[in-house]
């Protein structure tokens, strides 16, 4: 079996990518109006904003970042059923006990 796995960038990669790069985290975070340290969540757990915002910096799609945190979007949905509708309780089919 020549399966290949793909995994997430370490975060050390990311942080050695963004200086390479002649920029940091927090560099990037102020840029974007955020306070400095905000933007290393996406290190730790998925946040799409910031995830695009480290892969813009890197000129790469964040899924080639977090392979993880987008392989659930290219598998196919269920469709969603519909709402079931609510009984009518407050309008003209509602049953009331006024007298007028």
């Known amino acids: 079996m020549n399966k290949q796995t793909t995994t997430d960038w370490h975060s050390a990669d990311i942080i050695a990518a963004l200086k390479k790069r002649g920029t940091s985290l927090a560099k990037l ?19 799409p904003k910031g995830e695009w915002l480290i892969a813009a910096a890197l000129g790469v799609h964040p899924e080639k970042i977090w392979p993880s945190r987008y392989a659930k979007a290219r598998q196919k949905r269920a469709p969603r059923l519909p709402l079931p509708i ?3 309780t407050c309008g003209e089919n509602a049953n009331t006990s006024r007298t007028e």
């Open 29 to 47: 975070s102020r840029e974007a109006g955020l306070a400095s340290s905000t933007l290393a969540n996406a290190l730790a757990r998925a946040w």
């Open 86 to 88: 609510p009984i009518d």
